[in-house]
């Protein structure tokens, strides 16, 4: 029982970071049907700039901020530059070009910041809080961690439920020409939509970094977890992905529990193919059904 | 007030419509008939920015707009409301009325333009915090109609609102329309295949044949000219 519930906690934790990481391809996908294949290595790269910052003697908070802006422009200039000339092309052509971004900024990382494993800070003790005398296996780190993915989606779902700009984001992804006749600048909301995006990968990034470690491809497991949460949840829906990532982190966790570390990613597999043979269309698939 | 000079638009090798010149005057009804493939679509998608035209000029209060990107134009007063209704089904009703007007600035009156769109059209208000798709056609048609009503065009594109409408409801529709037009100087451009139903609202109309045009007249003369009628109309 103990054992479950250990596992149950840190399911929770890792499961937020790749219901982030979920949340991001997701609003990708919604916005410019791409399934962002880069978003890990250019999460990877925005905390590589936070351990830069970090080096030369900036407060943590401050490389925590850094990183985060970096991931906005990092999505902005993306779409603009690349995503955006191909976007007429065949469907393939751009998933081809964020497999090309990612090689490039796992090639790109090693040259400029070192190839070898280094350890990246947490803002908060990675200890278990003690109740009385009881420790429990949860960190304020991990508290922390899901404080903030939950706030991040919060504001995200303010943004895009309460505000006028929100409405013309999702205008904008779900009809560009119908959006434009509108008078909508659909090009600057998709360009904001990569940007918020490659913000929240942004974010996965960091807190998952003080666990995993921090070298050139360390987050591409996460972009598999969060990418097969996002497939879970239907990749077209945001509650989904939070939903899949979630389910993500603790079925990781008691697989990688029960039957050994070594089983987990095989686990990930398992239940993706298992999911797609019962409901193809994701676990939320009902949700997107509509009457035409 | 708009202005079109020999206009051409091709798609690749495939010439869509051939030097179309028309001009309508402030606060009338052009309409644009002719049949399937005629190129009416095409010259409205062509005047709101969607599609290129190879050469030729559109002015808009004597201002060249051919080369504007169609969410400029849209904000110079241009609406336009598409064939099959371009309705957001995932949006609801009243987030779809508030896209009409988003643009503008006034937030004041992006409010009173919301509630003349419910009084205008009063089953959008009752489902107001449905999503769009749960409407029937013709809901959707008074949606989309008012949804561009909403951003206070000067002129207003309209393509094919008869298609799959009950002809009562597309009446009420049309009157609306004509009252608008009279009392704020609404200028609409209405494209039709139904050339009967059309051209007893319209002052003006242009007959489109594989993209040229082929008459150009009052609306009433030309609907009492018979061979052009049975040439082209249909009636």
Redesign the interface.
Known sequence: MQRFVVLTLNGLTEGSIYAAMALALVMIWRATRVVNFAQGAMAMFTTYLALFSLERGAPYWLAFVIALLCGFVLGAVVERVLVRPVESAPPLNVVILTLGLLLVLEALAPMLFGGQIRSFPSAFSIVGIRLGSLQVPFSSFDLFTLVSVLVLMALLLLLFQRT?LG??M??AA??A??????????GRMLTLGWALASLVGALAGLLIAPSLLLYPTYMDQVLVFGFTGAILGGLDSPPGAVIGGLSMGFALSYVGGYFGSDLETVGALVILIAVLMVRPRGLLAWRAQ??? | MLEIVDLTVAYGPVVALERVSFRVAEGSVMAVLGANGAGKTTLVRTISGLVRPRSGSIRFDQKEISRLAPEAIARLGIGHVPEGRGVLAELTVEENLRLGGLWRTDRADRGTALSEAYELFRPLAERRHLPAFTLSGGERQMLSIARALSARPRVLLLDEPSLGLASLVLIQIMARIKQLVQQRQLTVVLIEQNARSALSVADDAVVLSLGRVVAHDQARRLASEEGLRHAYLGF
């Not at chain 1, 020409?177 to 659909?186: M, N, Q």
Request: glycine letters at 4%; proline letters at 0%.
């Open positions: 006028d409405l013309r999702r205008a779900f009809n020409e119908v959006s434009r006749l509108l008078g909508i600048r659909v509509r009457v035409v």
